[in-house]
């Protein structure tokens, strides 16, 4: 070939393939750094433990490391809108629970639109909460608790990892169905609020499995019911509030959102890694053993299922005056 003609061709093919690689997104490399996950509480709590225990899962899958962030404050605002207004490149992530779908009929007014500020990525899990008590503590039964607060209101203290969280919003159930007054008592995470319970500060808590099971099973705490309608396989033998307590029904939820406008490859490659560790006999073990179910689906299942959570809880704390503290 001529060496003119050779030379032409070469350049013309690097030329083109620099200008294939401009023109190539900005995120088709993702990820080359590493991913934060912010857990909106203390460390310490289920949803700590959860975020820990995926980010392993997901740093594998990925091949850069996953980061847990603890940002809590405000019943999980302060880190949910740190990470509404973060870069829509999928390198900072929200582990969203039961708050996340609370919050709107709670707070008068959020600093992020709650409906337009996040992508869905997955549904991790569900799962009952746990009304505990001290292992010490004379309320054995969901029946004493009620008796107890029918004879001094507001005498009896339940703690909560903060203000619209699952363990908030069970408690305020709890009062409003069973007819009887509690102080509630709000912490930055399951972690202190624990802390207290465990120390005499606090009379119970209506606890993530997930926070609780380590010390169920140590019997430092113990199990008086499941939030849930129906016992739980993993509780064997702790009945189901609802048995005394008619109508009751409260579930907690982990999920995991990026920012609005993260793109669609992106959220897909998110979902398989999040999805691979969810489906991890580690991970499967660590948290069905304390009664949660593993869901890991698709962006659009935790996006159907969360907008459910906003409607039902619209109506019951508007139903039952829910006032955060």
């Not at 995120?27 to 433990?49: E, M, S, W």
């Not at 940002?71 to 809108?81: F, Q, S, Y």
């Not at 990892?161 to 007054?181: I, W, Y």
């Not at 660590?286 to 409607?311: C, F, H, M, N």
Request: aromatic share 6%; proline share 7%; net charge positive.
């Amino acid at each position: 070939m001529n060496p003119c003609i050779r030379r032409f061709l070469t350049g013309f093919c690097a030329a083109a393939y620099l200008a294939l690689a401009s023109a190539a997104p900005a995120h088709a490399a993702f990820p080359d750094k590493p991913v934060r996950l912010v857990v909106p509480f203390a460390p310490g709590g289920g949803t700590d433990l959860i975020a820990r225990t995926l980010g392993v899962g997901m740093s594998n899958a990925l091949g850069q490391p996953v980061i847990i962030e603890n940002k809590p404050g405000a019943g999980t605002i302060i880190g949910t809108d740190m990470v509404a207004k973060s870069p829509a490149d999928g390198y900072t992530l929200v582990v969203a629970s039961f708050a996340h779908a609370v919050n709107p009929s709670l707070m008068a007014k959020l600093p992020y639109a709650a409906d337009k500020a996040f992508t869905p990525v997955i549904l991790i899990g569900r799962g009952p909460n746990v009304l505990v008590v001290r292992a010490d503590s004379p309320y054995k039964t969901v029946k004493d608790i009620v008796t107890a607060a029918a004879a001094k209101p507001e005498k009896l203290s339940f703690a909560s990892q903060g203000n619209g969280t699952s363990a908030h919003l069970a408690g305020e159930m709890f009062t409003n169905l069973a007819k009887v007054k509690m102080t509630h008592i709000p912490y930055k995470g399951a972690g202190p609020a624990i802390t207290d319970l465990l120390g005499g500060q606090v009379d119970m808590m209506f606890a993530t499995s997930s926070a609780v099971g380590a010390f169920i099973d140590s019997g430092k705490l113990r199990a008086v019911a499941v939030t849930t309608p129906e016992r739980s396989a993993a509780l064997k033998g702790v009945p189901a509030i609802a048995e005394t307590v008619p109508g009751y029904s409260v579930e907690s939820w982990y999920g995991l959102y990026a920012p609005a406008g993260t793109p669609a490859d992106v959220v897909v490659k998110l979902n398989a890694a999040a999805k691979k560790a969810a489906q991890a006999e580690e991970f499967r073990k660590k948290i069905e053993q304390e009664g949660l179910a593993v869901s890991a689906g698709s962006p659009e299942e935790l996006d159907v299922y969360v907008r459910r959570e906003e409607t039902r809880w619209r109506k019951v704390v508007k139903e039952n005056n829910v006032k955060v503290d």
